[in-house]
């Protein structure tokens, strides 16, 4: 079983949907939880962090469930420039782990006109 | 402007030969790490560094060596002994995100492709 799963998509939606993605982890010494966006051929860039009191920032929502070792993000009125791969990134930590970051596979949003 | 750079953007190699990707910060982090990412797949840990002259392997470290004399330099040789080198090669640096969390922050990579 891996670490982080997500669904890879992709997830075609037209524009102004809102789209929801969903992660999934299995260490609970999991601490720290990211969202991160990567666009073609680029680097991945830090979208924002989750916590369990959920976060938002303008048309994106992300969520944690530490019970149920599941993280989501929520994405409202779709824009074309939201077309991305969006990584569910965790953070372990404990010394046999120097905060090591744990990277899902990715799942990949195509927003149409 | 702070940031990550990685030089270069693409780079093509033969095979038996070994090549340094760089890796430079001036965000004053002292943690670094290298990733490679494959199509379809997700990134995956070659070595990392939490302080000047000091470095661990990761996952996939076979293949691979890197140094850290300066805390703003972090490179990467692959050697001829990586047996599957083409791949997109990412650094990043060790920052905080908000709320005390610290997180990643990524360089704009390093494409190898071996001929």
Redesign the interface.
């Known amino acids: 079983r891996k670490e982080v799963e997500q669904d890879p998509g992709p997830f075609n939606v037209p524009e102004g949907a809102t789209v929801a993605f969903n992660c999934t982890y299995s260490n609970s010494a999991s601490q720290s939880f990211f969202w991160y966006r990567q666009d073609c051929r680029k680097e991945p860039k830090l979208l924002m962090s989750v916590y369990s009191s959920g976060n938002e920032d303008g048309r994106f929502t992300a969520q944690l469930n530490r019970a149920s070792q599941y993280i989501s993000l929520l994405i409202r009125d779709s824009k074309l420039s939201d077309s991305a791969t969006y990584l569910c990134v965790v953070r372990l930590y404990g010394s046999s782990n120097t905060g090591k970051l744990i990277f899902g596979q990715g799942t990949t949003l195509q927003v149409k006109p | 402007d702070g940031g990550i750079t990685q030089s270069p953007k693409y780079l093509f190699r033969k095979e038996g030969q070994n090549v340094t990707l760089s890796c430079e910060q001036n965000l004053n982090h002292d ?1 670094m ?1 290298w990733y490679r990412q494959d199509p ?4 995956r ?1 070659i070595y ?1 560094s ?1 302080i000047v002259n000091d470095f ?1 392997k990761g996952d996939i470290a076979e293949g691979y060596s890197v140094s850290r004399e300066k805390k703003e330099s972090f490179p990467l040789t692959v050697t001829s002994a990586q047996k599957n080198p083409t791949a ?1 090669y ?1 650094c990043a640096s ?1 920052g905080m ?3 005390g ?9 390093t ?1 190898l492709t071996v001929l």
């Not at chain 2, 969390?101 to 990579?109: A, D, N």
Request: aromatic share 24%; no cysteine; proline share 4%.
């Open positions: 943690a790490y379809g797949q997700g990134l840990l990392y939490q661990q997109f990412l060790r995100a908000d709320r969390l610290y997180t990643q922050y990524f360089g704009p990579g494409r």
